[in-house]
Every structure is written in C-alpha cells, then in structure tokens.
C-alpha cells in the first residue's frame, strides 16, 4: 500500500488534480466545480464533516493532497445523492466522494478506526461469500468490530431490535448456519477477481 | 399470459425470512391483483448497496450489477428489470448508464463478464423501480379501481426518502417535492400529510449501522415532522427507510426523552389491505411498531 502510495506521489508529484483525475471515479468532474456550496448546505452529515466537498475539490486542486486522503469528510456520505440531484455543474458528487474514499483506501490513508471505512469491507467480504448479504451475519460482523469485549455490549444494547426483526418473521437465526445464497458463487468470485484486477491495472498505468 | 410481465430482482431484503420478508410478501399480494407477472432473474446476486465502492471500488461493485443485467437478459430477453428496492434498482441502473457513457467501464465489465461466459447483448434491459411501475405502467386509475376498503381516516405521511428519488427518481416528479405517494396514497382513500417536510430527507442509510448516532439523530427529524402534520404512520417505498425509521425508535426515544411510537408501513402493505386482504395476507404481522389503525380496517 505505502509502496503505492508513493508511487503514485512520484508519478503525479506536481499534480495531485491530475492523479485523481486518472484514478478517482468520475474524477475528470472535479475540475468544474465552481464553489457554490450548494452541496454543503445539501449533505446531511453537515454537522460532522471537516471539509464540505467543494472545499475537498479546491483542496485537490491546490495539491492538499495528504490532507484530502487521510480526510474522514468522504467516508461520512450516506449515499443521499442530494448533492448529485442540486449541483448546478451536474458534478456527481456523490460518486466522487465514494471515489475519493476508495482511492485513500487503496493507499492505505483511511483514518483509524473509520467506521464506514471498517463496515463497508465487512459488508463487501460478507456478500462475496455466498454472492448475497447475509443479514444477519453482518450484523454481528458489525457489533464486534471493535473487538469482543465492546461487541458483547452493543449486541446487547441491539437485542430489542434484532428480537423484534425474529419475531416479526424479518431475520432468521438459521442464517448463521449457511443461508441464502447463490448457486454460481464460484463464478462470481472469478469476475470479481477479474474486475479488480483490471481496475488494478488502470490504476497502475501513467497518465499524468 | 399475465398483464404487465417483468424480469424480477428481489435483492437481499426481500427474501424469505430478511430485512423486507413483509414487503416482498405485499408485494406479491398486490401484483397478483393487478396482474403483475414477477419473473425472478436465475441465481440473481447481491449490488453491493450503497457502501459497496468501499470494499469493491468501481468496476467490481458495477460487475455485480453487470452480472444481474446479463442473467436477466439470457433468461428474460430486453423485459424490464424491476426492482422492490431502491438500492438494487439505483445500482442496476447506474451500471447501465456508467457502461453506456464510460468504454472503458464497458470493456471492462465485458471482459470481467467474458470470464464466466456472460456477455450482455446490445443495449442493457430497463432498470426500474418497483414503484414506477405501478405509477406509469398501470397507473392510478387501474389502482383505483382495485380498491375495495378505502383508507378512509387514516393520514400519511409520505416518506420517499433517497434513493427511490436521486440520483434518478421518477419521470416528471421533482426531486425537491415528489407527489407520487401523496398521489397513490390518495387513491387508496387515505389522506396523505400535506407538505410533509421531511419526504425527501436521508435516513442515513447504510450509515446506521455504522455511525447509529448521527443517523438517528436525521431518523428523529423524520418522525418527528410526521408527528407534526398529524400522520398516523409513515409510509416509504424503500427497505432501508423502512427499517431505519421503525426499528430504532425506542433507541431514539432513549437518547431524546421522546416517546416516539409510530408505526412505518410500505406502500404496498397499504395496497394490500386496501384491495380487500386480511391483516396477514397484507403482512402487517411484519411491523415491529404494530399498525393498529391498518389492522381495523384490514380485519
């Protein structure tokens, strides 16, 4: 990851636009934002976030490129899209913002302990096994996180709702066993494999 | 042969026994009575929600759906994919459009697709939602004149949400002030919460799980602007709303002193009853915060 880290900082070394540009989803798009804020006052996590996305976007243009990769700003999206349906630029926001987060991931920049950062592995991980989530395994994936100790607390403080979700018919205390799942898992893995890998390459290749 | 037929993609939620098992069976109870034919996609997979570009990035999470939109085609032919949940139908419909305009996402699903011997032919099925079918395709008068127990005395408020609504939404609705559930709920003979503010605000989503605090804390505004504008119960047409909304009220209700109780129904349980089903058929035994005032009317 660091090895890449670097790399990649050699590569685009005068530019940090021009790396996100090439590796950020949708990066092309940064360039065009024009600072209206609008996606600030639109993003529900307003109150939590360091930097608001237009100022990440000036920060990848002014090279802050340490300071937006290590940013926990991007992993707060809930995936609203309210930013994507108001910007006046037609920027897509949103998927700029997961871009943004998976490409710190890649380089191994996410902070300490980012929950989301932290959950949407063990959710990915999860769905790759059987080729679909596996609800109730994710669940306790979840709670014990942060080691057994503070995973015993938070499955307890959770009882009432995962009581209430077998009472009602909606989570199966089966699905521990195996559970739902696809016939073809194996060949989802191979196109997995086969994604990733050529999404590794372009990332790999120069075109700065 | 049935009315309306699609290529159907539940998703995770709407399983025997998940999240949605009340929804998915609504579900079926309503397009039997409007003549709805489900096709289910063969061995359909997860679309990895909306927090798989963390795990998956860009052309692995879109694979996913790539896969899907294959399988539907070799089994369905160009029938319109159809979808109960927002994030399955936005994450369909975001892999078709991202192949459409980006070649390098196109070569690289078709070779990641190449390499289990899946291949989608010329242009991808239609991706849509459960509920833009029912609102374009069959429409509200046909859904009139299903109704048999009118909704009469109950008030709703009409919770969209996100992802049913943005990026892509429903055809001619507005992002800001969609109408379509005030409409339908209309239709059913209940009396849908005038200027809901709050019916397209975020629950937080998949961020409830890991980031319960702040989430809650928008799920409270939610409830609460329901409260306001006299509803009896909330009504979304997406899995994750429904879930965040109902389920952790007494959580909310702990942190703020509020005594939230408010029950969380989908749109197609209100159908379901309204078209003359019992409370079970109608899968209101699904409500974590039960919905008495559906359940009279049910029977």
Redesign the interface.
Known sequence: MSDMNQNMLAKYRSSFLKEVEANV?EGHMVKMCMQCGVCSGSC??QN?WDHPPQELFMMIRANKREEVLTSSSMW?C?????C???CPRGL?I?HIM??L??YA??LGKVPEGQ???????K???N?KQK???N?LKL?LA?YFMNGFGEGVKKALSMQ??GL??V??????PM?LLGG?G???VA??Q???A???A??NQ?IAEYKG | MAKYEFSYYPG??S????????YMRANKVVCADLDIALKEIP????C?????????????R???SA?NIALSQQAHGQTDIVSPCAACWRATREAKERMEENA?VKS??T???A??G?KIEGEAPKARHMVEVLVEDVGYDEIKSKVKKPLAGLKIAGYVG??TN??F?IDGES?ENPRYLDKMVATLGAEPVENYEKKV??C????M???PE??QR?VKDIIEAAYDGGADMIVPPCPVCQMNVE??Q??INKTYGTKFAIPVVYYSNLMAVAFGHNSKESAL????IKASKLEQIAG
């Open positions: 989803e529900p996590m939590h707060m809930t995936s609203c899209y309210n994507i349906a108001r897509p949103t997961h871009g987060a998976t991931k890649r929950p989301t950062a932290k959950f949407a592995q959710m990915w991980d769905l080729g679909r989530t609800e669940g979840l009432d709702v209430g979700m009472k009602t018919g909606r989570l199966n699905e739902h696809i016939k073809d060949g989802l191979k196109m997995l086969k994604a990733e050529i999404e372009h | 995770c939620s399983q025997s026994k998940t999240s949605a098992d009340n061995d359909w997979n997860c990895s929600a909306s927090i798989g570009y963390a795990g998956g990035g860009e052309l692995p879109l694979s996913l896969r390098h690289g699903l070779a990641a697709l390499e289990i899946l996100c992802q943005r990026p939404g992002f605000s975020c937080g989503g998949a961020l799980f890991s980031e702040k989430s928008l389920v952790y007494g959580h035994d699904g409500q974590m």
